[in-house]
């Protein structure tokens, strides 16, 4: 009846970016990382390595968050795409589309776009085609 999920986010942090730091550019990561300030750029893991994003409630980020494992509270503007799991805790907000393998979502949590399951490795590798443009 109760089972630990495989899915489920590691809990080990190796770096962390506090609420009083801004960073512009593009950031990319082995590990966990933790976001409790501002980043301007695009966040991904290193290839090869599933990595761990937990973005806290004060936390923001404005560019495309590409990461296995992800939990959000705080504000993303820009596309989502996790290759096992996504939690998206009661005071997310993400303004663009999300693409997610096992999503859990809590009461309050906003999306402002699309959700698109990416079932297996052949579609989460093809490219995405607006749709009337095939």
Same mark, same amino acid.
């Given at each position: 009846?109760?089972?630990?999920?495989?899915?489920?986010?590691?809990?080990?942090?190796?770096?962390?970016?506090?609420?009083?730091?801004?960073?512009?550019?593009n950031?990319?990561?082995?590990?966990?990382?933790?976001?409790?300030?501002?980043?301007?750029?695009?966040?991904s893991?290193?290839?090869?390595?599933?990595?761990?994003?937990? #973005?806290?409630?004060?936390?923001?980020?404005?560019?495309?968050?590409?990461?296995?494992?992800?939990? #959000?509270?705080? $504000?993303?503007?820009?596309?989502?795409?996790?290759?096992?799991?996504? $939690?998206?805790?009661a005071?997310?907000? /993400?303004?663009?589309?999300?693409?997610?393998?096992?999503? $859990?979502?809590?009461?309050?949590? /906003?999306?402002?776009?699309?959700?698109?399951? #990416?079932?297996?490795?052949?579609?989460?590798?093809?490219?995405?085609?607006? $749709?009337?443009?095939?």
């Open positions: 009846m109760f089972f630990k999920s495989k899915n489920k986010p590691q809990s080990r942090i190796d770096t962390l970016i506090s609420t009083d730091t801004r960073i512009e550019g950031i990319t990561f082995n590990g966990g990382l933790r976001v409790d300030g501002q980043i301007k750029g695009d966040v893991e290193s290839s090869g390595t599933p990595s761990t994003l937990v #973005l806290s409630e004060q936390g923001r980020i404005e560019g495309a968050v590409t990461v296995a494992r992800i939990v #959000l509270n705080g $504000e993303v503007q820009g596309p989502v795409r996790s290759s096992h799991y996504l $939690e998206l805790l005071k997310s907000r /993400i303004s663009g589309d999300v693409y997610y393998k096992s999503l $859990e979502i809590h009461t309050g949590a /906003i999306i402002e776009g699309k959700l698109v399951y #990416l079932g297996d490795a052949a579609k989460a590798e093809s490219p995405i085609v607006p $749709e009337g443009k095939d």
